[in-house]
């Protein structure tokens, strides 16, 4: 139904993993690196589509572990199997330390024309704990080398959630306001299975803000980016208007889009794949795709209905309705009402949407009743 | 067979005390079952039983032993040794014409030691003490001599001393059922006169149950008639326990075996009742033991309210074995529908709940468990009830009457401090305080049930170190200061918390039962405000601030699936959860909540 598909590709490596991250990566193998490549670029040229490229997005682990001519060969793999429009939104995902002159200059030149960039912070205690390997005034200089170098369109993600108080946060935010990015994400910390800070969190090392401070945190943020005419366009995305990130929205407006590489899920034609998180498995091609159960139609449109819940704009009804056949408001009469009653859900101009940063901050206990 | 060669016999004791292990090595001693065939303490036939090491429903075993060159048959009749089994065990003495009394010679006499010998003593049965555990290294055999011959007025000069773990001197305990327990009396000439010792529902056989014979004689094919009812039927089948199941032609007089006869109602075969021949029949029938009366109730609810129909089922079937057990339609504003269920005691609520949960894959809540209470009203009319919910508005209520026991425990002397508080403070009264030996107590008092239905057991256990024992017998109602402490939740009268408590106690249990729901209620997306009423008065009050923080920040490069997953399970969790009033509710926290509140 849909002529659009949007691409990620996932670098599964890291000069050191840091110890709060729960994404797939995987520290000195960068040995693997080369090999990684050329599956990478196979697995692109085994997929056939006709549908246009509207987004290309390298993210990781840390992308900007790759040399220029990797980065060339998997773009060069992209444009020879694929129609790619000419519009086409291509970011990548970078760690400041990376982020020199040179290495700016090229990404330009292969056509990226969107930077994520790791500052998580501007407090350097802050970046210590994170485990990061920049401080602040790295974070600086590379947002600066990406606007010298051309960049007109960056974002930055901050983390937050280690103790902060709300002076700190405004610290942070006028830091990050200042660099006069495009876009801003801003992750809640949460203690993930697997991770150093599970183990420091759970013998009592590491303490992290409560939930009441980490909701006024939260609640902090959007005002304050919002007053510094940030849209708050999604549970964790802020951007000025123009600069919401077209391949982050299409995961939740239901748009189909392609994973390659290790742990990279995908979503066509209304099937839903993710390839194996083992760099081996992946590399030796070894059942490296699993194929989720088809949601039947039911789930389906709950499924879209709670994605595009996270959008500040949520659920235009009518639209809705007709490309998933349904009729939403009478599907979930109940939850509707309970919701709306509880101020949490409102339905203006014919979208139903949650309503504002006060019910996106508990929204699990709203969307759980939707699934 | 002649009635000289036969004995019937019980074995009593307080728990843990071997009474178990006593009947294996009877039953290994006289070669009822090869070694291979015995498993450990193969009278406690239910998994559950044998889970709470104890023995449930009545069970017999023919045991067959040469005594100076004569074959004996030697009936024992098995009994349940918990304080909740009360009538099982008297059911069971009713049978014989002695016990054994086995004492642990480690722990000495208990409650149940003297609950139970005072049923055989009753009963008119040959008292033959047997005193257990002797080569443990903590056994004081003297000792427990003396608090038998004190505590029981039993002559436990030649006392059997054995271990029945390590079958020393079970020969003794053999020899001494043959000279000391009497034979059975009766004529087999006289008219088939037999009493219904126990019976069960079998899904493939009907009734079955078992009779002791006191008269005359019964063969297979006898049309017999149910006194009670003189409904007649056909004994099809007969037999005895070995205990394996022997199919036999006979029963004579003073024997003990068991009947199938196309009984489909287990009411047509209650226990007490006695069996005679349809065109022959006694005209002595047996008084019938009174049926037992529950003691202790709770509302037992489907988890899943579809399941509440395979509830009524399983309850059903329950019944059919345990005349004790009483149901009744219930329904419960945050718990659906449901039934309320009067029990003997907490132990056989419990085991009730396990057996629900285990032999018919279950899962159900129990509200508190509660009693039986009289309620006159201001118009002179009396209701009983025993839910909290149901109980009238104070200003048509005149006075409450609550159920009292007499209650009995056995410590060591240097506890009685701490046990004396803990009646004291569960409103008891104290009837006697005795010395049964120099270091050990019976302490006697009259409180009021409810206070013992919980965790009694436990805070005496934990306050004597788990060396105090005790035992209880319903006494009367009496007149108490009660009222009804209602719970709500956001303005909302919680129906499954409302309790009757005693006024003195109302502000502190108000003030627990807050606290603890505080804890147990998660946060939700608005303000909860809990309340403990009296009358029209709110006497304590607590809140829980909303949830601030329920969200997933982070977005796994497109991986939706784990982000449903993780939804699908909060999702699943909500399902199963429980209303009050506005608030959800987890199953586990109300279960919690429920244990606390009482």
């Known amino acids: ?371 | 067979m002649k009635e000289k060669y036969i004995r019937n016999f019980s074995i009593i004791a307080h728990i843990d005390h071997g009474k178990s292990t006593l009947a294996d090595r009877l039953i290994e001693n006289t070669g009822g079952l090869s070694l291979r065939e015995m498993k450990e303490q193969v009278l406690d036939s239910l998994e559950v039983e044998r889970k709470h090491g104890i023995t449930i429903k009545a069970q017999t075993a023919r045991l067959e032993y040469t005594y100076k060159s004569e074959k004996y048959y030697l009936n024992m009749i098995d009994t349940p040794g918990h304080v909740d089994f009360g009538y099982e065990v008297s059911k069971s003495l009713k049978a014989c014409e002695g016990c054994l009394l086995v004492v642990d010679a480690t722990q000495g006499v208990e409650a149940q030691t003297i609950a139970n010998a005072y049923l055989a003593i009753d009963n008119d049965l040959e008292i033959i003490p047997v005193i257990n555990k002797i080569d443990l290294p903590s056994a004081d055999i003297e000792k427990t001599k003396q608090e038998i011959e004190d505590g029981l007025g039993i002559d436990a000069s030649d006392a059997i001393e054995i271990s029945a773990k390590n079958n020393i001197n079970i020969d003794k305990v053999l020899d001494s059922i043959i000279e000391k327990i009497p034979p059975p009396k009766g004529s087999i000439d006289k008219p088939l006169r037999a009493l219904v010792i126990d019976s069960w529902y079998d899904n493939y056989r009907g009734v079955i149950f078992i009779i002791r014979v006191f008269d005359g004689q019964l063969k297979q094919n006898d049309k017999i008639m149910m006194y009670s009812t003189k409904k007649t039927y056909e004994a099809e089948e007969l037999g005895i326990f070995t205990p394996k199941v022997k199919k036999v032609d006979l029963l004579t007089n003073g024997s003990v075996g068991y009947v199938v006869a196309n009984i489909k109602n287990i009411q047509d075969a209650m226990v007490g009742d006695t069996l005679t021949l349809a065109d022959n029949p006694t005209n002595k029938p047996f008084e019938g033991f009174a049926k037992p009366k529950p003691f202790v109730f709770a509302g037992i609810y489907p988890t899943d309210p579809e399941n509440y129909e395979d509830l009524a089922e399983a309850l059903e079937k329950l019944q059919l074995n345990d005349a004790s057990l009483t149901v009744e339609k219930e329904k419960s504003d945050s718990l659906g529908f449901g039934f309320r269920c009067g029990f003997l005691g907490v132990l056989s609520m419990n085991i009730t709940k396990e057996r629900l949960e285990e032999e018919f894959g279950l899962d159900v809540i129990i509200t508190n468990p509660s009693v039986l209470y009289k309620v006159e009203q201001t118009n002179g009319e009396i209701i009983e009830l025993s839910n909290p919910s149901k109980l009238p508005p104070p200003q048509k209520i005149a006075a409450i009457y609550e159920p009292f026991v007499d209650i009995e425990i056995i410590t060591p002397a240097e506890y009685v401090g701490n046990i004396l508080k803990l009646l004291q403070e569960k409103r008891g009264r104290q009837q006697d305080l005795s010395y049964i030996s120099q270091d050990r107590v019976l302490i006697k008092y009259s409180i009021p049930l409810v206070e013992i239905i919980t965790d009694f057991y436990d805070k005496l256990k934990s306050l004597s170190r788990g060396y105090a024992s005790f035992d209880y017998n319903f006494r009367d109602f009496e007149k108490s200061r009660l009222i009804k402490l209602i719970i709500l939740v956001n303005s909302k009268e919680i129906d499954s918390f409302s309790m009757i408590v005693p006024k003195d106690k109302a502000y502190r249990t108000a003030r627990e039962v807050l606290r603890n729901l505080k804890r147990f209620i998660p946060k939700q997306l608005f303000e909860i405000r809990l309340q403990a009423k009296i009358g029209g008065k709110i006497i304590a009050k607590e809140q829980i601030s909303p949830l601030r923080k329920d969200v997933l920040a982070k977005c796994y490069g497109g991986d939706i699936t784990r982000k449903r997953k993780l939804l699908e399970k909060q999702k699943r969790g909500k399902k199963k959860m429980k209303q009050l009033g506005s608030v959800e509710i987890s199953k586990e926290a109300f279960i919690k909540l429920v244990e606390i509140n009482n």
């Open chain 1, 1 to 371: 139904m849909n002529n659009k598909i949007y691409l990620y590709v996932h670098i599964p490596f890291c000069y050191k993993k840091c110890p709060y991250c729960a994404f797939v990566s995987y520290e000195k193998r960068l040995s693997s690196l080369a090999l990684y490549i050329k599956r990478l670029i196979d697995e692109i040229k085994d997929f056939k589509t006709s549908k246009v490229v509207q987004s290309i997005y390298f993210g990781g682990g840390t992308p900007s572990t790759l040399k220029i001519k990797h980065i060339e060969s998997v773009l060069n793999a992209v444009y020879s199997n694929f129609t790619v429009d000419k519009n086409a939104e291509i970011t990548f995902e970078s760690n400041p330390v990376s982020l020199k002159i040179d290495y700016l200059k090229g990404l330009k030149s292969l056509g990226i024309n969107r930077l994520s960039i790791g500052v998580q912070s501007f407090m350097d205690s802050k970046l210590k704990i994170l485990g990061r390997l920049h401080d602040s005034q790295k974070a600086f200089k590379a947002v600066k080398n990406a606007q010298d170098t051309g960049f007109n369109n960056i974002s930055i993600d901050l983390i937050y959630g280690l103790n902060e108080t709300e002076k700190d946060m405004e610290f942070e935010l006028k830091n990050a306001c200042s660099l006069d990015v495009q876009h801003i994400s801003t992750y809640m910390l949460s203690i993930e299975k697997g991770t150093l800070f599970e183990k420091l969190f759970k013998s009592g090392e590491l303490t992290i803000s409560n939930d009441e401070d980490t909701a006024n945190l939260y609640l902090f943020i959007s005002d304050y980016l919002k007053s510094a005419g940030y849209k708050h366009y999604e549970i964790s995305n802020f951007a000025k208007g123009g600069f919401e990130s077209n391949h982050n929205s299409a995961y939740w407006l239901g748009y189909d889009y392609r994973g390659f590489g290790v742990s990279a899920s995908s979503f066509v034609d209304g099937i839903r794949f993710k390839n194996t998180d083992s760099l081996d498995n992946y590399i030796n091609k070894k059942n490296y795709v699993v194929y989720e159960k088809q949601l039947d139609e039911i789930d389906k449109i709950k499924e879209a209905f709670v994605l595009l819940l996270r959008m500040k704009d949520g659920v235009e009804i009518e639209h809705f309705n007709k490309r998933y056949n349904t009729n939403i408001k009478k599907l979930y009469k109940n939850e509707l009402d309970k919701f709306e009653k509880l101020d949490m859900i409102k339905e203006k101009n014919g979208h139903i949407f949650l309503n504002g940063a006060e019910a996106m901050v508990v929204s699990n206990a709203v969307l759980s009743e939707f699934i």
